[in-house]
């Protein structure tokens, strides 16, 4: 079978009348910062990358040096080109200017650099989450405000897994399709095109030490999906959960499944654990247009018009049935008080 190229891809779908020129090229720069964090990632404790970096970020959290590495490589492969107004990044409290140096594009790039570092001490999948909006007219200076724009005006939305393989996950908003790392010949080749989840599974990801803060509507989903063939589901259901969001929904994405970060007491003032723009709209965007569904358990994800750059949302998201049904138990309850 004849293999396509990332590149080719992007030319496709240039002629397709998809995605522009510059759209295109900010792609192909995104790609390749992530082969660049790829490489970081792979060195392990040799790239002397492992460990804390020593600083916190804007969410107050530890941050790793893969984070920082992987926000500067993130940043400097982006500056130049000519594609971007501005960036947004997971790690840092203001969007990120392009010097005044370089030509300005007409887009607003907003990156997770490194999800799940939790996970790079242990040898464990981590990824880059990227979704990127066109920055509104007239304005040369984007700020916070202008990207506050719903996750249904996203142009494009993608991620990394560095795992087994380096795996990318792209859409346009013309189905979802994944391109793997070839490593010898250091290219992103097409391996599935137009993947489809299907719509029931019998597998769901969730953090289950949270159980005993969860709203009353989750436990009692989760409680009818661990009661089996013996319960109101009839069905026995099995439980994953890898601690990064790139691989859970790589996962699902493969094969099926629910993925589910609720509401719960502990964070409940933060509005939720995930980030709306950097990790549930860029993940709603792909899962949609992979026939899935993602809502925060009470409306879709991609409607909300977001507040702030670092808001955070509860994120139910994979197998259509099954978020169906856990958005059903919370919008139920809502309507019964
Ligand atoms: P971070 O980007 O700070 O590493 O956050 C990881 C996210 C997400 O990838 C994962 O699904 C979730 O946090 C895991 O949270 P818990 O540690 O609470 O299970």
Redesign the pocket.
Known sequence: MKSISLIQFLIEERRAGHINAELSLLIEVVARACKRIAVATNKGALGGVLGEAGTGNI?G?AQKKLDVISNEILLEANAWGGQLAACAS?EMEDPQPIPDMYPKGHHLLLF?P??????IDVNIS?GTIFSILRCPDGVTEPKAEHFLQPGTTQLAAGYVVYGPATVMVLTFGHGTHEFTLDREVGSFILSRRDILIPEETAEFAI?M??QRHWEAPMQRYIGELLAGKDGPRAKDFNMR??????A?VHRIITRGGV?F?PLDAKIKSKGG??RLMY?ANPMAFIIEQAGGAATTGRERIMGLQPTGLHQRVPVFLGSKKEVEVATHYHVAADAAV
């Open positions: 969410q959290e997971e997770d490194l999800d799940g570092s939790s996970n981590v953090n030490s949270n959960w890898v601690a990064s969001m790139v859970d993925f970060y654990k995930l990790e």
